[in-house]
């Protein structure tokens, strides 16, 4: 070939290339200029819209008065306990089962003879009222919150903070990391509002069909408004976690920070590949090493093991009234059903254990307190809805669509019943200030380690308000 041909055929080649690269670099400008008009387009808020959950039809006028509210029990109450608890039936459980098949009933026995012969609701309930209760009515609905301010110190900032709990759960999961936030922590201290939500222990059921976590949250935001808080901070998990991410959303220029515990990104394509490359090239994909231990093997650690522990989440989604009636009338039935969660979700592998490993993180007396706030208000049904009412259309709804722009802090325990790496996070939530993985503790941080809790709540409130 000829000096002139080969000038001719490389200058040629040159310019295919060189106009491949400008199409490709066209492309790709294109891209990124179309990604940042779709995310300058994207919604950042949610509507708050409103709602009506009582009886019959919305009155022209509310109270909208505060109420102190304190619990009580009676000899009659106990009794009726008792004659039920004397009444139970038990299956025998298969030969090494453990907690494999759910609540062993060898191990039963043992929690109901506590419970009907050492367990003193009465006692029980002096500890519950030993913050203030109070209720208040909003769209409805009698809601039930305790508040508890620190002590008067000087040079102290007092910082709002509302703790939401989820299900099983209640208020009292908190009771134990309350004295650790209101105290000072150098010269920060929380002001703690804990409320329940609508159908869980003493917060009043809705009477209609509707009422899922925006409904909630925007009932909680009435609540702050109404305690005279302009701004504050949430923390959340489980249902938590969702209903506080919802006021988030809603509101934004109230929530000064959102802390959660549980958290789950919007699934897209970059998720998908991340999980099939993260195991090898886990850099490549925003993974650190303990994102790769807690994700792989994922089939068994997130497919096969949330299938053998969501079955109550289809029956509560589905059916929740039917199961609910077993539940609502059987006491031994009930903490059966709640306290089989904190076993398993507490540690998975407590399943292998004859006693679920309940009296490893939890006292007898702590787990059956929070089944008596069940029991007591008849509101395991009512609790069990709102799975139903949240799942009924969850895709389409706009706050699954919809991401988190406040400052958040995600606290990743290592026995949470999924793990999301902050890469996925920041899918949903972006404007992550800080992402620590916990080293113990499962699915009810406060109830096991409250003290981690507590100190990663104080390092995230400190770094957001740079105090």
Same mark, same amino acid.
């Given at each position: 070939?000829?000096l002139?041909?080969l000038l001719r055929?490389?200058?040629?080649?040159?310019s295919?290339?060189?106009?491949?690269?400008?199409?490709?670099?066209?492309?790709?400008?294109g891209?990124?200029?179309?990604?940042?008009?779709?995310?300058?387009k994207?919604?950042k808020?949610?509507?708050?819209?409103?709602g009506?959950?009582g009886?019959g039809?919305?009155?022209?006028s509310?109270?909208?008065?505060?109420?102190?509210f304190?619990?009580?029990?009676?000899?009659?109450?106990?009794?009726?306990?008792?004659a039920?608890?004397?009444?139970?039936?038990?299956?025998?459980?298969?030969?090494?089962?453990?907690?494999n098949?759910g609540?062993?009933? &060898?191990?039963?026995?043992?929690?109901?003879?506590?419970?009907?012969?050492?367990?003193?609701?009465?006692?029980?309930?002096?500890a519950?009222?030993?913050?203030p209760?109070?209720?208040?009515?909003?769209?409805g609905?009698?809601?039930h919150?305790?508040r508890?301010?620190?002590?008067?110190r000087?040079?102290q900032k007092?910082?709002p903070l509302?703790?939401?709990?989820?299900w099983?759960?209640?208020?009292?999961?908190f009771?134990k990391?309350?004295?650790?936030?209101?105290?000072?922590?150098?010269?920060?201290?929380f002001?703690?509002?804990?409320p329940s939500?609508?159908?869980?222990g003493?917060?009043?059921?809705?009477?209609k069909?509707?009422?899922?976590?925006v409904?909630?949250a925007?009932?909680?935001?009435?609540?702050?408004?109404?305690l005279?808080?302009s *701004?504050?901070?949430?923390?959340?998990g489980?249902?938590?976690?969702?209903i506080?991410?919802?006021m988030?959303?809603m509101?934004?220029?109230?929530?000064?920070?959102?802390?959660?515990?549980?958290?789950?990104?919007?699934?897209?394509f970059?998720m998908?590949?991340s999980?099939?490359?993260?195991?090898?090239?886990?850099?490549?994909?925003g993974f650190?090493r303990?994102?790769?231990?807690?994700?792989?093997?994922?089939?068994?650690?997130?497919?096969? *093991?949330?299938?053998e522990?969501?079955?109550?989440?289809?029956?509560?989604?589905?059916?929740p009234?039917?199961?609910?009636c077993?539940?609502?009338?059987?006491?031994?039935?009930l903490?059966?059903?709640i306290?089989?969660k904190?076993s398993?979700?507490?540690?998975?592998?407590?399943?292998d254990?004859?006693?679920?490993?309940?009296?490893?993180?939890f006292?007898?007396?702590?787990?059956?307190?929070?089944v008596?706030?069940y029991?007591? &208000?008849?509101?395991?049904?009512?609790?069990?809805?709102?799975?139903?009412e949240?799942?009924?259309n969850?895709?389409?709804r706009?706050?699954?669509k919809?991401?988190?722009?406040v400052?958040?802090g995600l606290?990743?325990f290592?026995?949470?019943?999924?793990h999301?790496?902050?890469?996925?996070?920041?899918?949903?939530?972006?404007?992550i200030?800080?992402y620590t993985f916990?080293?113990?503790?499962?699915?009810?941080?406060a109830f096991e380690e409250?003290?981690?809790?507590?100190?990663?709540?104080? *390092?995230f409130?400190?770094?957001?308000?740079?105090?």
């Open positions: 070939m000829s002139d041909k055929l490389s200058t040629a080649n040159f295919a290339s060189l106009a491949l690269l400008s199409l490709t670099s066209a492309v790709a400008i891209g990124i200029l179309a990604y940042w008009v779709f995310r300058s994207e919604a808020t949610i509507p708050i819209g409103h009506w959950w009886k039809k919305k009155p022209l509310e109270d909208d008065q505060i109420h102190t304190t619990i009580t029990t009676s000899d009659e109450e106990i009794k009726d306990l008792h039920r608890l004397d009444l139970t039936r038990y299956t025998d459980p298969l030969e090494d089962s453990h907690f098949f609540f062993n009933s &060898t191990y039963l026995k043992r929690v109901v003879s506590h419970w009907r012969n050492v367990y003193d609701w009465k006692k029980q309930v002096a519950l009222n030993q913050y209760h109070f209720k208040t009515k909003i769209e609905l009698d809601v919150f305790i508890v301010c620190p002590p008067s000087e040079n007092v910082v509302m703790l939401v709990h989820g099983p759960g209640s208020f009292y999961e009771y990391i309350i004295p650790l936030l209101t105290q000072n922590h150098d010269g920060v201290a002001e703690v509002i804990c939500i609508p159908g869980y003493y917060s009043e059921a809705p009477q069909k509707g009422f899922d976590s409904a909630a925007r009932i909680f935001l009435t609540l702050m408004e109404r005279g808080f *701004q504050f901070y949430l923390h959340g489980d249902w938590g976690s969702a506080t991410t919802n988030a959303q509101k934004p220029d109230c929530v000064k920070g959102l802390h959660l515990t549980m958290f789950f990104p919007r699934r897209n970059k998908s590949l999980l099939v490359i993260g195991r090898y090239l886990p850099f490549l994909v650190t303990e994102d790769v231990r807690r994700i792989y093997p994922y089939f068994q650690k997130n497919v096969w *093991q949330m299938l522990e969501t079955g109550y989440m289809h029956i509560q989604a589905t059916k009234d039917t199961a609910g077993a539940v609502n009338n059987s006491p031994v039935g903490a059966a059903y306290l089989e904190f398993s979700w507490t540690d998975m592998k407590y399943r254990l004859s006693d679920g490993g309940l009296e490893r993180m006292t007898l007396d702590d787990l059956l307190t929070n008596m706030i029991w007591t &208000t008849s509101s395991m049904t009512s609790s069990m809805r709102f799975y139903k949240n799942f009924g969850l895709i389409n706009l706050d699954f919809t991401g988190v722009f400052p958040t606290a990743a290592p026995n949470e019943l999924m999301n790496p902050k890469v996925w996070a920041q899918t949903k939530y972006r404007n200030y800080s916990m080293p113990r503790g499962g699915h009810f941080p409250p003290q981690l809790l507590a100190d990663d709540i104080v *390092q409130v400190k770094k957001v308000g740079k105090i």
